[in-house]
């Protein structure tokens, strides 16, 4: 137990893995179609490198018009997620939104990205594709709830890692494709609830999200 009285800042043991911020689009209507749209801005990753990168998988009623992008301003990085996020969906209980993840198969594509400030009225990304004929994509989440601070101990978000980070959910989101707004709109997704015991919405944000070897249940068990 941590005397009220000492002041010391606890020091996470482990080793830090990597450190970005994700932002998260997951929508849904009443029928097939649906979108899903993620970017992670690396900052720190021995395993993957730095750089932005970006996922689209948009669904229609009409399944000849899906469209399935990685976008990014790092190559390399990005086919380096892409191998990571599949392992993880094949291994790993994971919230991974609607549909099969066909976007982590289809060559990176080379785009400046644009983040906005986050202000009130909430934040988003422009990312601007250079390859001919591939649409600029514009997100934005808004409406959004108080951030809050999660820790989560190896075993509660993933099996192998402890991950700290500031989590805000946001109950508005879009995804403009080009000329076309994206499909559906965000739910309380029920893989959240068990994992930090409150509703979570489907469309939020992680900022400096940090995975490091787990420091085991003693540690954790100090802070209380």
Not at 72 to 83: G, K, L, N, Y
Not at 86 to 95: E, F, H, P, Q, W
Not at 127 to 154: D, K, L, R
Not at 198 to 222: D, K, M, N, Y
Request: overall charge negative; some cysteine.
């Amino acid at each position: 137990m941590r005397a009220m009285t000492d002041r010391a800042a606890p020091i996470h043991p482990g080793r830090l893995l990597q450190c970005f911020d994700h932002f998260v689009i997951d929508l849904r209507s009443g029928g097939r179609a649906a979108t899903y749209f993620t970017v992670y801005a690396v900052e720190y990753s021995p395993e993957l490198g730095t750089g932005h990168v970006a996922f689209l998988r948009a669904r229609d009623d009409d399944p000849g018009t899906d469209l399935y992008l990685t976008l990014t301003d790092a190559p390399e990085m990005a086919r380096r997620m892409q191998a990571r996020l599949k392992r993880l969906i094949a291994t790993v209980d994971i919230s991974r939104g609607s549909g099969s993840a066909t976007e982590l198969n289809g060559e990176p594509i080379l785009a400046r990205f644009e983040r906005g400030p986050w202000t009130e009225a909430g934040v988003g990304w422009r990312i601007t594709p250079e390859e001919a004929g591939t649409p600029v994509i514009e997100a934005n989440w808004s409406s959004g709830e108080a951030p809050i601070w999660a820790a989560a101990m190896a075993g509660t978000f993933t099996a192998e890692r402890d991950i700290l980070g500031v989590m805000a959910a946001f109950n508005a989101a879009s995804v403009r494709i080009g000329e076309f707004d994206a499909a559906g709109a965000p739910y309380r997704d029920p893989w959240w609830e068990p994992r930090i015991g409150r509703p979570f919405s489907s469309c939020h944000v992680a900022l400096a999200e940090s995975s490091l070897t787990p420091a085991g249940s003693a540690w954790w068990g100090g802070l209380r």
